[in-house]
T-cell receptor, first 113, second 111 residues
């Protein structure tokens, strides 16, 4: 059973461009979570999704950030008009149900130049 | 708002020692608590999950305890090895949102 997959593993964007991060949960998992790890800071929750639904987005910045988890295909975290402060490692996790153990992907390291 | 604190922030011990990592959280109304390890530049590996109704969990040389009423958890590592060197993260699940993480304990096991 493959683990949580994220791609790309590294992404470089210039200021003002868009970044799209993809996450494929483990087989059988319908709950996806996105977290951000800023340099020298801890991991912070961003958003929790089930198929076609956003359950909680209390950790998402109000502007430029959006997430989706369509019926088919991976979950997407989209960052519009990136700024240098968006440079971070973005991790996706999945679980079979809401309060079960979360399994993390290897992360996408976004660098904004 | 839930806050998670991990002590110590860094720890360096000789190989073979038993050690304890501490985690405390401010809101005792949690669903579960997870311990992870993170290697430099890598993702998180789940070590142990303790449900709120449980007191401890064991996996190999690792033992995690949970005292929900006092807002504390400990991760005990027996007979430490150089391969245990990593950052250890404690995280709690309190509601319909995601995990709240501590900043971690950076552990170095000296050969």
């Amino acid at each position: 059973n493959a683990g949580v997959m994220q791609n790309p593993r590294h992404l470089v964007r210039r200021r003002g461009q868009e970044a799209r991060l993809r996450c494929s949960p483990m087989k059988g998992h319908s709950h996806v979570y996105w977290y951000r790890q800023l340099p020298e800071e801890g991991l912070k929750f961003m958003v929790y999704l089930q198929k076609e639904n956003i359950i909680d987005e209390s950790g998402m910045p109000k502007e430029r950030f959006s997430a989706e988890f369509p019926k088919e295909g991976p979950s997407i975290l989209r960052i519009q008009q990136v700024v240098r402060g968006d440079s971070a490692a973005y991790f996706c996790a999945s679980s079979p149900q809401g309060d079960y153990e979360q399994y993390f992907g290897p992360g996408t390291r976004l660098t904004v130049t | 708002k839930q806050e998670v604190t991990q002590i110590p922030a860094a720890l360096s011990v000789p190989e073979g020692e038993n050690l304890v990592l501490n985690c405390s959280f401010t809101d005792s109304a949690i669903y579960n608590l997870q311990w992870f390890r993170q290697d430099p530049g890598k993702g998180l590996t789940s070590l142990l999950l303790i449900q709120s109704s449980q007191r401890e969990q064991t996996s190999g040389r690792l033992n995690a305890s949970l005292d929900k009423s006092s807002g504390r958890s400990t991760l005990y590592i027996a007979a430490s090895q150089p391969g245990d060197s990593a950052t250890y993260l404690c995280a709690v699940r309190g509601g319909a949102d995601g995990l709240t993480f501590g900043k971690g304990t950076h552990l170095i096991i000296q050969p």
